[in-house]
């Protein structure tokens, strides 16, 4: 596959006829964005070869609008019958852009918020071989967090550590940015029809990439806010992600640390799990039973409860320290 076992040295932009020699395809989830997607279409430059605009039963009917007032002939319409959500809508265009062949496939929500110009360094790492997936990162300067909303600031630094406990990259920032590529043939590995289909398909496309040692890079950018509504709530996501963050890092740890690769440091995360729940148990019951009788527990029964907890702690903490250092460093394209 071209740009994928061999890094290129630039993207170079087409002359005027000529087809880019990296086939880099776009998908754009549309749901309630008719009155954006198409200036979103209109600034996506000739280093994109295939449009592929998904409308997610969109009550705007955006795809209608795009088919007829959209001449550009990169653009494929996607319709779905029902609204299967920004992850359901990406998994259709994967599959639509596996299926023509892309080299490298670019999301880009339709609301404006994603600048196309972009593209071209988004994608940058992905032809020189240095990853696999790339995504935007909105955190790297103190310009870009000062236009964005205090809210998504705030929910994006608490979803930010669930994220790296839960994917294991660790040195990403910003893991629910939307604006992504990845290459063709890793996308193939990847079990498509069993990542989440609604606003957590960022985070959990993270974790699947973990799981199959693929190298992320994170990619600084400005993050844009108009007057778009956001479909995205953090309030009412944030218990919803924090319960599918613990899931899935249970799920990464039985798959990276028990099944591939068992070590001292799996032993310590079990025995420091179970030595953390048998202190805090035994401590509140006890804190309890003796609190209600208004007497002070005696000091054998709160060292039963603190000693436990201490070495617990940290064991836990050694196996973090050493689950963030256990980075997939060789691109997984290299390897396939």
């Known amino acids: 596959m071209p740009g994928a076992t061999t890094a290129v040295s ?43 605009v998904v409308d997610d039963c969109c009550p ?139 606003y957590f398909f960022e985070t959990d496309m993270l974790f699947r990439l973990n799981t199959i040692q693929a190298v992320v890079v994170d990619v600084p950018m400005k993050a844009v806010y108009g007057a778009e509504p956001s479909n995205l709530k953090v309030s009412q996501v944030i218990f919803e992600f924090s319960w599918k963050h613990l899931v899935n890092f249970h799920k990464r740890f039985f798959y990276n640390y028990l099944l591939r690769n068992f070590s001292a440091f799996s032993i310590e995360f079990i025995v420091g799990t179970a030595m953390l729940i048998f202190a805090t148990i035994f401590g509140l019951t006890n804190w309890y039973h003796y609190a209600s009788r208004g007497v002070l527990a005696p000091t054998g029964v709160i060292m039963v409860a603190v000693l436990p907890f201490i070495v617990g702690l940290q064991f836990v903490l050694s196996f973090l320290h050493w689950d963030a250092r256990n980075l997939p460093r060789d691109p997984l394209h290299h390897r396939l």
């Open 60 to 198: 705007e009917m955006s795809g209608k609008r795009v088919q007829e007032e959209c001449a550009d002939p990169r653009v494929t319409v996607l319709f779905h019958q029902s609204n299967k959500g920004v992850g359901g809508a990406m998994v259709t265009g994967y599959k639509q852009a596996l299926a023509d062949r892309a080299d490298i496939v670019v999301k880009v929500d339709g609301d404006g918020q994603m600048d196309p110009r972009f593209i071209p360094l988004l994608v940058r790492p992905l032809i020189e071989g240095r990853g696999d997936y790339s995504k935007g990162n909105r955190f790297y300067t103190l310009d870009s967090l000062r236009t964005m909303p205090r809210i998504r600031v705030f929910g994006n630094a608490v979803l930010s550590f669930m994220a790296k406990l839960s994917t294991g990259y660790w040195t990403l920032f910003d893991p629910n940015n939307g604006y992504t590529a990845i290459l063709g043939v890793v996308l193939a590995e990847l079990p498509l029809d069993k990542i989440s289909q609604r």
């Open 10 to 52: 630039k993207i170079a932009e087409p002359a005027e006829g000529e087809r880019p020699a990296c086939r880099i395809a776009v998908i754009i989830p549309a749901y309630k964005v008719a009155a954006y997607v198409l200036d979103v279409i209109a600034r996506m430059g000739p280093e994109v070869r295939q449009i592929y």
